[in-house]
């Protein structure tokens, strides 16, 4: 062997170790990264859970706020119709009046609103 076989048999033999070492280390990086996905999913799970089960409660909240907002709207309107019925049973003429007046006022509002329809004229023949 010449030196400059030698010097090429020397380089071959560090790029060798030098490819080895690298494999080592992709190797290497390929399991730490399985690793660190594997935690970030069971993270991303259990975050996921979470904001699951957030929504589900903001839900139940939002239920019961309706339920009992729809319980004290009912409750109002009762409260008024038995006051306007005992209005009506101490002033039953005031109570005609008015109902008569407000029938009228629908009958003249619904006159002006209602469109013409036009016969047609029949010629003689």
Known sequence: MTATDKDIADQLATIKNDMSALIQSVTKLASETDSIKRGL?????????????????????????????????????????????????????????????????????GRGTTPVVAVPHRGRR
């Not at 005031?94 to 509002?109: E, H, N, Q």
């Open 41 to 109: 999913g069971q993270r991303f799970g259990d975050a996921a859970k979470v904001a699951v089960d957030a929504g589900d409660w903001l839900l139940d909240k939002a239920e019961s706020v309706g339920g009992d907002a729809v319980n004290l709207a009912g409750r109002g309107a009762v409260a008024a119709m038995s006051e306007v019925q005992g209005q009506i049973e101490r002033n039953p003429l005031s109570a005609v009046l008015i109902a008569m007046g407000c029938g009228l006022a629908v009958g003249f509002l």
